[in-house]
Each structure stands twice: as structure tokens, then as C-alpha cells.
């Protein structure tokens, strides 16, 4: 199970953190992301990061967003800087061994947060 929080109305250029704190799994072993879902479009990768560390983002967020975790507290991050109104979706946070931004690699899923951006 993956729960994401963190979502809200943020203005364009402002700041925000998502997190997602996985239950159930062995968290340190597997590769996770964020994914979002802009409204009546597909969803498409943001950010992952491997088991490693290793990280890859979407163009659209590079030097913007951050993805990171802590394996202490089991909790994955999305820090948001500089959000532009296209930024605006439902982010959600996921977990496998696959590693990638297809969401097709991901097969456990949090139910979502959603950003607004204005």
C-alpha cells in the first residue's frame, strides 16, 4: 500500500513536497516514482529513483523537481520548486523492481494527491 500526501493549490513559482510512505513492501529493495495524470490525459512518468539512489526525471521537470528518499523513515519525496500552471495533475506515487518512467513498469500504486498550480 502507498499513500501519497502533500497536495494542494500552490502559486506558480512557490514550493511544494509530496510524499509517499509504502506499507507492505520491502521498501529499500524496490524503485519508485512519482507519476501524474493531468486532467483527460494519459499518465505519464515525472520522476524515479532506483533502489541505488540513481535518479531520472521527465524534460518538462528537470532542475524544478526533485525526487528523493529516506530509507530510515520508509518515505519517498517529490520536492516541487518553480511549478508552472502545467504542472497541475493528479500525482501519484509508485513502486517495482522495474525502474523507468513508463508507467507500465510500475505495478503497485498509491490513490493519488492532487496538485493545482495557478
Known amino acids: 500500500q502507498l499513500v501519497e500526501s502533500g497536495g494542494g493549490s500552490v502559486q506558480a513559482g512557490g514550493s511544494l513536497r509530496l510524499s509517499c510512505a509504502p506499507s507492505?513492501?520491502?521498501?529499500?529493495?524496490?524503485?519508485m516514482g512519482w507519476f501524474r495524470q493531468p486532467p483527460g490525459k494519459e499518465r505519464e512518468g515525472v520522476a524515479a529513483i532506483d533502489r541505488g539512489g540513481s535518479t531520472t526525471y521527465a524534460d518538462s521537470v528537470k532542475g524544478r523537481f526533485t525526487i528523493s528518499k529516506d530509507n530510515a523513515k520508509n518515505t519517498l519525496y517529490l520536492q516541487m520548486d518553480s511549478p508552472k500552471p502545467e504542472d497541475t495533475a493528479m500525482y501519484y506515487c509508485?513502486?517495482?523492481?522495474?525502474?523507468?518512467?513508463?508507467?507500465?513498469?510500475?505495478?503497485?500504486w498509491g490513490q493519488g494527491t492532487q496538485v493545482t498550480v495557478s
Open positions: 509508485a513502486a517495482d523492481l522495474n525502474y523507468g518512467l513508463n508507467p507500465k513498469l510500475f505495478g503497485y
Open positions: 507492505g513492501l520491502p521498501y529499500p529493495s524496490y524503485s
